[in-house]
């Protein structure tokens, strides 16, 4: 039997009382994500599950989600009473999630914290330097390495027999050795129970219940610009389509989820195996959609079989397309063609998926003619959705030195592709910011018209309501505003630049 001891206002936990970890997302906010939706913290419903297999009592709590800022944050640890506060990062929410866990130490100095994901990963030694109330970093991917870490600090053994962690041992940071990425992804426990799912929801879809699911881990790519094929250590390992279904079904029954993001880097990798997923999801013929992002190439590949994908349920698709200089897609190992890829739009229109293209500006050669370029690009491949990112290189990414000095920003919560951090050698950051906000502008402009034209039907009801979303936002205003008001400064940059050169 199970008994707790009230002593005062303090809650003392018998040795029956199993330990508890409690999971916290940092109360990070970038301004672009949330416009379409809340969105569930998969990794943490993983690593839940992982804490369970320890023996220990697991919660996750999404600060994040909910909109919570630090004095709730403190509320709800002070409440939890958790023996372990568990978070995650990535570049732009290291900081925020570093103060959390010093927050579950001033609450409880005797909480043990621990640190996960991208960042943590690949800059521990800078992560464990800079601050105290890390314990533990989770180096790569952290199911079994977070649950043998528990098992170990539970059994009083030595953490540093725990494969694939970082820690500080009398003043000086510990890395173990190396741990292999899992064999098998199939079976990973998964905590779905822990979730508030009221939280998550579309924006742009009605009466929605917004879920996430993982078909498949890595990239075996080698773009520059991008983090994930180098966590994944260009490795790409899939799970049984029959099994994804099933939990597709699981919590379409359970949780009332009809909204799914596929998080997957590259869930089209094996055209087989895709198509067998998608088989796999029409035989269970359920009312659910499916938002997804893949490379180009894969659509194109694919071109018999995408009424499969719409008839699965996948209404949203998202590609990369990133500059209109072939040059600079080759620099950055894209692997991609650009005259191959203006047909990925008329494709896609077709079968009545929303498409959206993401492009990026800002590289270090960056010119406004090049800029301009990319922008004309994006309205001659005319995707329903154009999103226009600026190039971020990664604190941790090879060739990062030599861009060392053209870095002008080291708060890494700018560091999120939508804030600016480097200068390019022929433009200045305020022209970057105001050549993003006229892409935008120009090209929702001539959307618009073509939104309300369009045929009635699913498609173009998601279209107009994500715009109206898009133009709602206090954030998408504030950076249309700094477009406007940053015209003529930025007229006197290009002045000064090309005085320079």
Known sequence: MQRTVFQG??????????????????????????????????????????????????????????????????????????????????TATINDAVKTLDLAKRTNPDTVTILGGVHPTFMSEEVLASSAAVDYVIIGEGEVTFRHLLEVLEAGGDPATVAGIAFRRDGTVVKTGRRSPMDAIDDLPAAWDLLDWGDYYSLVIPDSRLGAISTSRGC???????????????SWRARDPRKVADELEYLHTMHRVNVFMITDEHPTHSRDRWEALLD????????????????????????????????????????GIETADQAVLDAVNKGMLLSEVRQVFDLL?????????????????????????????AQQYNPDIANFFTFTPWPYAEGYHDLNPLVRVHDYAKYNMVDPVIEPRNMSMLQIEVAI??????????KIVEYMTMKAGFRR??????????????????????GILGKIPATIDAMKMKSRG
Not at 437 to 445: K, T
Request: proline content about 4%; overall charge positive; aromatic content about 12%.
């Open 220 to 234: 075996d790519h080698d773009c520059t610009f991008c983090s994930q094929q180098k966590f994944w250590e260009q």
């Open 461 to 482: 009801d998601y279209l107009m309501r994500i715009t109206k979303l898009f133009m709602s936002s206090h954030f998408v205003m504030r950076k249309l505003g700094i």
């Open 280 to 319: 796999a999801v029409i035989a269970k013929d359920m009312p659910v959609y499916l938002l997804m992002e893949t490379r180009a190439a894969d659509i194109i590949r694919d071109r018999d079989i995408l009424w499969k994908y719409r008839k699965a349920g996948i209404i949203y698709l998202s590609t």
């Open 349 to 377: 229109r077709e079968q009545e998926i929303v498409s959206e293209a993401s492009f990026m500006v800002g590289f270090p050669d960056e010119t406004s003619e090049s800029i301009k370029k990319t922008m004309q690009l």
């Open 9 to 90: 206002r303090c809650r003392i936990k018998t040795a029956a009382t199993p330990k508890k970890v409690l999971f916290v997302t940092p109360p990070y906010h970038s301004g672009v994500d949330e416009i379409a939706g809340r969105w569930i913290p998969l990794g943490l419903v993983y690593l839940a599950g992982a804490a369970r297999l320890a023996g220990l009592d697991a919660g996750i709590y999404d600060a994040m989600a909910k909109g919570h800022a630090y004095p709730e944050i403190e509320h709800r640890l002070r409440e939890s009473m958790a023996d372990y506060v568990a978070s995650t990062a990535i």
């Open 437 to 446: 906000a006229d892409g935008y502008r120009n090209f929702y402009m001539g």
